[in-house]
């Protein structure tokens, strides 16, 4: 055990270094300086250790600690509950969010890169690494609940018995979680990717966070002690399910089917084993419908042939969002009516806060799943040719995918533009009418600055080489700074006039500059990486 | 019209690929571009087609008027693994391909077809359903309505079933009048086969093999020798 333990280490440690070194590489002007053998060089390799160490202790709780600051104290702040309530709340919190995380995440069945080097490549004992790395990740929740659950339930009035619970509850769910998908795959052969929840499992999750959060709302917590029963059920559940983990037969057949398909675990390969499968992917997206044809001609007929063959990849998860937004608003509309702070409280989030949205916003755009689908399943193939990467025609194709990538976004912009702007009204509304328009309108250029802000970068950077891995480095830092610069704009806080204008023309102005350059420069810049 | 390269050269991280290469290839002929695995074929075809940013050198077209660089659309580049708009048929393709395409004296879309040997009941399948060989050769379609001026064939017949591959072998050498061809392989005996000059990648540099008086067997000997001096270099 102890000789597994210490292969998992070494190798996760030397791959985790190479990505680290070949993140530093990739850097737009640090890399030009870094030498080619940077592999190989000592004092790199050292500095790039201790980055690994760093990160394998800071992970244990940095995120456990951000879960807790945002997830329930951030809730917790906005309910504004009193003393023995707040407490009583961050139990009830814990207990429901604990039950959501159970199924998203149980360490086992994330197909990470690391099982398929140790377990497929190298061909390591898959039961023992299983359990070995298992138990660590189930130490690692440990030691970053506990810490966490003092940090944050003792100022809030909870008893350190009930603390010191928390974190055997969350590992016990874990470990409940993995023997029931264990019991899952033995008796009905069907693997589990807990990063592709399936539909029973999302409506879990859902149900756990309603609970969460809506309960409170209705100030209905759980009672102390019914948190306390449900952390004493937790942990006793986790140690029955204890026998099936260590007795279980089949891992190395079940990580074979795991792995075989997982998207994340693809892309690592490296190989000719990666293009192939990501292949198989991208085709799958294809529809084989053969009433779909178009009338149209050049550069449209091929666009239309595309968006109406992608129509599922493509539309499917704008149109989710926007169900999501219009249950989201009636939900709220809902709320108003029965719990009338609420209504308040949301009137002044909208006043005050709309550049909280460019966060949402962020997430909510379908620009990169967007150019990820037009470079996999069309330029990959077509920028072998000559005439594709004809000046004229790369713009004239600009164009057309501009309009197309905005009716896309449009979607959930426009339903959640059009949302708030009713919440906005139902919720007390603002002394000037203009500030409904303004409030849609600044929602509606936030969709469309996303979704010109992803072409443009595609178009400028085009960060994929031919085997369909992203390899550019600038491409990276960038949507890495318009993740930070959107993260920023949840604590500005400006009036929805001022802020709606502003945004309006940042979106004009970035539109007009974003497409000059596409023009300037996607002739020379829109090529296969090689 | 012959295809002039000069002083092109190109590193990768410190290691010089391409050595300051000056070639010229003729009109109306078939080159098999041999050289050792990483010798830098690839590199070559990438540099000449533009995907790859040359760290010196120039290339150029030259005929009895003078001399111009090479456009996107004088280069045509065949990859040995077959890269077609999956999400079309056979058919749209060559229609989109038509429509933005001036081509000279453009023909019904099944003549092109029947000249490629695609079966019409193949014609109007999803690309993303054709077998290697199929995509193969609709791939090398559409360069040859291009009419390149400069056709690079990187493997082209690797994994090739067989009758697939003579049809392929007979197209080029019917293609061949009019336009340079530029084929590299690791089989000897295709290149030999199907060539009219072999050039070997070694050491960074272009060097034509000189066929002279010798026979077949001599011939291949001295290829050879040449491509395992690269292991002593």
């Known amino acids: 055990m102890l000789k597994t333990l210490r292969l998992s280490f070494a190798l996760r440690n030397t791959y985790r270094v190479n990505a680290i070194l070949y993140a530093v590489k990739q850097m737009p002007l640090l890399g030009r300086v870094i030498p080619g053998t940077v592999y190989q060089i000592r004092g790199f390799k050292i500095f790039a250790n201790v980055v690994s160490v760093l990160w394998e202790i800071v992970s244990a709780f940095l995120g456990k600690y951000l879960y807790f600051l945002l997830m329930i104290g951030g809730a917790l702040s906005l309910y504004g509950l009193p003393g023995e309530a707040a407490g009583q709340a961050f139990l009830h919190m814990l207990v429901f969010l604990s039950l959501a995380?159970?199924?998203?995440?149980?360490?086992?069945?994330?197909?990470?890169?690391?099982?398929?080097?140790?377990?497929?490549?190298?061909?390591?004992?898959?039961?023992?690494?299983?359990?070995?790395?298992?138990?660590?990740?189930?130490?690692?929740?440990?030691?970053?609940?506990?810490?966490?659950?003092?940090?944050?339930?003792?100022?809030?009035?909870?008893?350190?018995?009930?603390?010191?619970?928390?974190?055997?509850?969350?590992?016990?769910?874990?470990?409940?979680?993995?023997?029931?998908?264990?019991?899952?795959?033995?008796?009905?052969?069907?693997?589990?990717?807990?990063?592709?929840?399936?539909?029973?499992?999302?409506?879990?999750?859902?149900?756990?966070?309603?609970?969460?959060?809506?309960?409170?709302?209705?100030?209905?917590?759980?009672?102390?002690?019914?948190?306390?029963?449900?952390?004493?059920?937790?942990?006793?559940?986790?140690?029955?399910?204890?026998?099936?983990?260590?007795?279980?037969?089949?891992?190395?057949?079940?990580?074979?089917e795991l792995l075989a398909g997982a998207p994340l675990v693809t892309v690592q390969m490296g190989s000719e084993a990666t293009a192939k499968v990501q292949r198989e992917q991208s085709l799958k997206n294809i529809s084989a419908d053969s009433s779909i044809t178009s009338g149209r001609k050049g550069f449209e007929y091929l666009n239309e042939l595309f968006i109406r063959r992608h129509r599922?990849?493509?539309?499917?998860?704008?149109?989710?969002?926007?169900?999501?937004?219009?249950?989201?608003?009636?939900?709220?509309?809902?709320?108003?009516?029965?719990?009338?702070?609420?209504?308040?409280?949301?009137?002044?989030?909208?006043?005050?806060?709309?550049?909280?949205?460019?966060?949402?916003?962020?997430?909510?755009?379908?620009?990169?799943?967007?150019?990820?689908?037009?470079?996999?399943?069309?330029?990959?193939?077509?920028?072998?040719?000559?005439?594709?990467?004809?000046?004229?025609?790369?713009?004239?194709?600009?164009?057309?995918?501009?309009?197309?990538?905005?009716?896309?976004?449009?979607?959930?912009?426009?339903?959640?533009?059009?949302?708030?702007?009713?919440?906005?009204?139902?919720?007390?509304?603002?002394?000037s009418p203009?500030?409904?328009?303004?409030?849609?309108?600044?929602?509606?250029?936030?969709?469309?600055?996303?979704?010109?802000?992803?072409?443009?970068?595609?178009?400028?950077l085009q960060p994929y080489n031919a085997g369909t891995e992203l390899k550019s480095g600038t491409y990276k830092v960038i949507t890495m700074a318009t993740y930070l610069a959107s993260w920023a704009m949840i604590q500005v806080k400006l009036p929805i006039l001022l802020f709606g204008l502003l945004m309006i023309a940042f979106c004009i102005l970035y539109c007009i500059a974003a497409c000059l350059l596409v023009y300037r420069f996607a002739p020379k810049t829109f090529r296969l990486r090689m | 019209m012959k295809f002039v390269i000069e002083h092109l050269s190109k590193s990768y991280n410190g290691r010089q690929v391409l050595k300051d290469i000056d070639f010229a290839f003729e009109e109306g002929k078939i080159y098999g571009l041999l050289g050792r695995n990483g010798a830098g074929k690839t590199t070559l075809f990438n540099c000449l087609n533009g995907d790859l940013r040359t760290d010196g050198g120039s290339f150029y077209f030259e005929d009895g008027t003078g001399r111009r660089d090479a456009a996107p659309e004088d280069i045509g580049y065949v990859l040995s693994m077959p890269t077609v708009p999956e999400f079309m048929t056979a058919r749209e393709f060559l229609k989109f391909f038509m429509d933005i395409h001036e081509v000279k004296e453009p023909k019904p879309l099944d003549e092109y077809f029947a000249r490629m040997s695609i079966a019409p009941e193949d014609r109007d399948k999803l690309l993303k359903d054709y077998s290697h060989g199929m995509k193969n050769k609709m791939q090398m379609l559409i360069h040859i309505i291009a009419e390149p001026n400069l056709l690079l064939l990187d493997e082209p017949l690797t994994s090739l079933d067989v009758v697939v591959a003579e049809e392929m072998k007979g197209l080029l050498r019917s293609l061949k009048a009019g336009r340079i061809t530029v084929f590299s392989t690791h089989i000897m005996d295709l290149a030999l086969d199907l060539c009219d000059e072999i050039v070997l990648l070694s050491h960074g540099v272009l060097e034509k093999v000189d066929k002279s008086d010798l026979d077949r067997k001599e011939f291949k000997e001295r290829i050879l020798e040449a491509l395992r001096e690269e292991d002593h270099a």
């Not at chain 1, 390591?124 to 929740?141: E, I, Q, S």
């Not at chain 1, 203009?434 to 400028?460: A, C, E, G, P, R």
């Open chain 1, 434 to 460: 203009l500030d409904y328009w303004i409030l849609f309108m600044s929602v509606v250029s936030m969709s469309i600055f996303f979704s010109v802000h992803y072409l443009t970068l595609y178009y400028l």
């Open chain 1, 312 to 431: 599922k990849i493509l539309w499917r998860s704008a149109k989710r969002i926007a169900l999501a937004e219009l249950a989201a608003a009636a939900g709220c509309l809902a709320a108003f009516r029965f719990v009338p702070e609420f209504r308040a409280g949301i009137n002044e989030l909208l006043v005050t806060s709309l550049p909280y949205f460019v966060f949402i916003m962020y997430f909510l755009n379908r620009g990169a799943g967007f150019t990820a689908a037009l470079f996999m399943n069309c330029d990959h193939s077509l920028l072998t040719y000559p005439f594709y990467k004809k000046p004229g025609f790369i713009l004239k194709l600009f164009q057309i995918r501009l309009r197309e990538i905005v009716k896309v976004n449009l979607l959930p912009g426009a339903v959640m533009g059009a949302g708030l702007a009713l919440l906005l009204f139902a919720s007390g509304g603002t002394d």
């Open chain 1, 101 to 256: 995380g159970m199924v998203l995440n149980t360490y086992m069945f994330n197909p990470t890169k690391d099982k398929y080097y140790a377990m497929i490549l190298l061909g390591m004992d898959a039961r023992g690494y299983t359990l070995v790395n298992f138990f660590y990740a189930v130490l690692k929740v440990l030691a970053g609940f506990a810490l966490c659950a003092l940090l944050f339930g003792l100022p809030l009035g909870c008893a350190l018995w009930q603390c010191l619970l928390i974190p055997f509850f969350v590992a016990g769910l874990k470990l409940l979680m993995a023997a029931y998908a264990l019991r899952d795959y033995e008796r009905r052969k069907r693997v589990r990717n807990e990063n592709n929840p399936t539909g029973p499992f999302w409506v879990f999750v859902a149900l756990c966070l309603a609970a969460a959060y809506g309960l409170p709302f209705l100030d209905a917590c759980l009672p102390a002690e019914a948190s306390a029963a449900f952390l004493c059920a937790g942990i006793l559940l986790g140690l029955l399910s204890l026998r099936r983990i260590l007795t279980f037969p089949d891992y190395r057949l079940m990580y074979k």
